[in-house]
């Protein structure tokens, strides 16, 4: 393929499993070289929605805080929210390590190189990198290149997921995305239209997550993390992912200075897919224990609360989890039927009856 070419496709195949590689699609790894199956474009529409399928298979996260308070479906888009150095690289390589579906498809914008290869070797490990396909778009690179990494590994996952594969999309992050696009507009002397952003990247940010998803063939559930500490502090771009998502988790600082991880704070968070991919018993359980959650949040005020506060203890072992633990669907209904004292069926546990 011309250079010129290479602009406009993205070389894609089952050779890129197991492999590091940059945008232009060579590799940074220590593997030969690659040679691509066939190119799909950088840019395309996202599916018709008359041809989507519905969202009514579970995704599986191994994570039990999520796939219990927050349980997702398979097609799904979902935000990560959380400051520097509380466990938001950690929670999405226990994401890619123990998910059921077929492959990952992970981006890294403007992350320094060190950073990704921690992520890599100490993170995610041998055995998920097998089935993943990493795309870096690292500091040093060029603008253009980091703005291309989240077209690239958006392009690689539909690949995945034309094949009629389940795919787990995790890209990181728009923020460093937008950063990077303000670069090129600068440089050609637009200006900056809102709030220190130019107007391109609230056009290019939808584009590319209604590009996840579902198709007539496959499922992209997708992951967005951004580096976003509190909600007190008004920031455009959380505004436009988060406008453009079924839910997102919001980690806490606070937790991670308990030594709790992962550091999800389930009454923070939201997933407004859960309730079609989950049984009436599994949610009457969720809201036990929420409404159990927000009741501690209150202690000292009322005796009502005094089974919130004998709870507390409980809860907070069963939303723990060490980042090497995998916990499957029905090991973690069972956990939360016996905390909670509500029968969850066993049709209920297959993620196939949902």
Request: hydrophobic share 40%; with cysteine; net charge negative.
């Amino acid at each position: 393929m011309k250079e010129e070419d290479m602009n406009i496709w993205v070389p894609v195949g089952m050779s890129l499993l197991g492999r590091v590689i940059y945008a232009d699609g060579k590799p940074c790894d220590d593997g030969p070289e690659i040679f691509p199956e066939e190119y799909y474009p950088l840019e395309v529409a996202p599916p018709d929605a008359s041809t989507r399928l519905p969202m009514n298979r579970r995704f599986e996260t191994g994570v039990r805080a999520i796939d219990s308070m927050l349980t997702m479906g398979k097609g799904q888009r979902m935000g990560i929210f959380g400051g520097f150095g509380i466990g938001r690289s950690a929670l999405l390589a226990m994401i890619a390590r123990n998910n059921n579906a077929d492959i990952n498809v992970i981006g890294f914008i403007g992350d320094r190189p060190r950073e990704v290869w921690d992520f890599i070797k100490r993170n995610l490990g041998e055995e998920a990198l097998k089935r993943s396909v990493i795309v870096v778009g690292n500091n040093v690179q060029p603008a253009v290149t980091r703005v291309r990494t989240a077209y690239v590994c958006t392009s690689i996952a539909e690949y995945f997921r034309d094949k009629g594969m389940d795919v787990a999309f995790m890209l990181e992050s728009f923020i460093r995305f937008a950063h990077a696009q303000r670069e090129i507009e600068l440089a050609k002397g637009e200006l900056l239209a809102h709030k220190g952003y130019p107007l391109s990247v609230f056009e290019m940010i939808p584009n590319l997550i209604y590009r996840s998803g579902t198709n007539n063939k496959g499922s992209i559930t997708a992951f967005y993390s951004e580096f976003f500490d509190c909600d007190d502090v008004p920031n455009p771009i959380k505004d436009r992912v988060q406008d453009c998502l079924d839910g997102y988790i919001v980690l806490s600082r606070k937790l991670a200075m308990a030594y709790h991880f992962p550091t999800i704070d389930i009454l923070a968070s939201n997933n407004r897919i859960s309730k079609m991919v989950t049984g009436k018993q599994t949610q009457k359980a969720v809201n036990l224990v929420r409404k159990l959650m927000e009741n501690y949040a209150k202690k000292g005020t009322s005796p009502k609360l005094d089974l919130a506060i004998g709870k507390h203890s409980e809860i907070e072992q069963f939303l723990i989890q060490e980042e090497d633990e995998n916990c499957s669907m029905a090991d973690t209904l069972n956990m939360l039927s016996k905390l909670t004292g509500i029968d969850i069926p066993c049709d209920e546990y297959d993620e196939n009856e949902r």
